[in-house]
């Protein structure tokens, strides 16, 4: 499953007007996929242009966090 998605400005803006969070919006039947449910806990990993997403399972890590 591929779906385009936007990084939404989040929280408050700075002394500048800037924003420094986003957001993502994902839909129940995308978590489904993904073997997880809303309210779950995740792991977030950035690395090498990349954001990984994984449930925090920490007997089950597939990345090292």
Known sequence: MVR???L???GA???NGEYHN???NLH???L???GMEIGDEVFV???DGKIII???DPDDVEHDF
Do not use: C, G, I, M
């Open 28 to 30: 129940e039947d995308e």
């Open 54 to 56: 994984q449930k925090a």
């Open 45 to 47: 990993r950035v690395r």
């Open 22 to 24: 986003v957001h993502l």
């Open 4 to 6: 385009k998605k936007k």
């Open 32 to 34: 489904t996929v993904a």
């Open 13 to 15: 803006k700075d002394e």
């Open 8 to 10: 939404s400005p989040s």
